[in-house]
């Protein structure tokens, strides 16, 4: 599948909705790259929409201007970020080298949802990288981020490091409000609407001998290895130099559990249905029991959907979010990983 393709796509924040001062701007309106990227350039950090989530985005190649990623979100400054490029002429000036696996990926899904792990090019990009001799690197589908990144790169600007933006072990933001709810009205926040994957990039590691799968994502494992023509590995806690990629991540505030379909019914024939505190988001609950959010069918509708269902229980107070455990099979290996994480904490 083409990614482009799945646009266009609905703007999230309506004008003059929950929104004030000028920190969301629609991506598409007159002016609003011009002066994201003019902030960009200066060393400012900005809110930018992807495909996958929305990122928060800094210029690469400044050190000062990326260590406030990590002040702002809170994250240690240990944990390495992906840097945004327009495409692979870019990507490949960052890597040293350029592996035979980059190009294979890149050549099938990029610009998508798919990272690459690189040796990193000497001097560049340092503080992004977290120290690593290695280097994410995606090239985003977004068309917003694409005209961002365009600009960016007629200003000098070689790429933009961008985590999810949201506080270090929340949940990814899906719209430009959502980031608005994490870091406040202060943030120039660039709308692109809601994401339209909804989880994070596949992040695979080929900077060595054997790829890596270090996080899946939309695009099926299967697909990755048919592009790299050799199968991937999976993480394990001598494949993983980044600290951050297997650990319990993406949580809400509520507490969540994962059951089988058939402990979820038995449990919830137990409860009082106007029970306080308590959400349930599943494929084969009773639909009209009004404790039930339903899961749909399909694993990309799911991803989609996701972090924002997990962000909207947690704004009604939920305290425990029972989620019924979707197959174990390939299609729903971003949501299962995603979900995991998300109970583990
Ligand atoms: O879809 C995405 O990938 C989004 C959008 C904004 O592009 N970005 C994103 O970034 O999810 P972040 O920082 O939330 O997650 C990046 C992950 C982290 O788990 C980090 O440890 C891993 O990528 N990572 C970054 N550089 C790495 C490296 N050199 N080696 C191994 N893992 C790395
Ligand atoms: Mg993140």
């Not at 701007?25 to 002016?31: D, L, Q, R, Y």
Request: aromatic share 4%; charged share 25%; net charge negative.
């Amino acid at each position: 599948m083409r990614w482009p393709a799945m646009w266009p796509q609905r703007l999230a924040s309506r004008r003059g909705e929950r929104l004030s001062g000028v920190a969301i701007v629609s991506g598409t309106e007159a002016g609003a790259i011009e002066r994201a990227a003019q902030a960009l350039a200066a060393g400012e950090l900005v809110g930018v929409p992807t495909e996958t989530v929305y990122g928060l985005a800094a210029r690469a190649d400044d050190d000062r201007a990326v260590a406030r990623i990590f002040e702002t979100k809170g994250r240690p400054s240990d944990h390495p970020l992906i840097v945004h490029v327009v495409g692979r002429d870019q990507a490949a000036q960052w890597a040293a080298p350029w592996s035979d696996g980059a190009e294979k990926l890149a050549a099938a899904f990029w610009p998508g949802p798919v990272t690459v792990i690189v040796q990193r090019a000497a001097d560049s990009a340092t503080t992004a990288a977290a120290g690593l001799p290695t280097l994410a690197l995606r090239s985003p589908a977004h068309p917003v981020v694409r005209d961002l990144l365009a600009r960016c790169a007629e200003l000098g600007v070689p790429g933009l490091a961008a985590p999810s933006a949201n506080r270090f072990g929340h949940v990814s933001p899906t719209t430009a409000a959502h980031v608005r709810d994490e870091f406040g009205d202060d943030l120039l926040v660039l709308d692109g609407g809601a994401c339209t994957l909804g989880i994070e990039s596949a992040i695979v590691d080929v900077s060595g001998d054997q790829p890596v799968l270090l996080r899946p994502g939309v695009v099926g494992r299967d697909e990755l290895e048919r592009a790299l023509g050799q199968p991937l590995r999976d993480a394990d806690e001598h494949s993983v130099r980044a600290p951050g990629t297997l650990e319990n991540h993406y949580a809400p505030r509520a507490t969540l559990r994962l059951m089988s379909s058939d402990e979820l019914r038995s449990a919830l024939s137990l409860l009082p249905a106007t029970v306080k505190g308590v959400a349930v988001y599943s494929r084969t609950a009773p639909r009209r029991h009004p404790l039930v959010r339903v899961m749909p069918d399909d694993p990309r509708a799911v991803a989609q959907e996701l972090f924002a269902v997990l962000r909207e229980f947690d704004d009604r107070g939920t305290k425990l979010i029972w989620v019924e455990q979707p197959p174990d099979t390939a299609p729903w290996e971003g949501v299962n990983d995603r979900l995991s994480r998300a109970a583990s904490r």
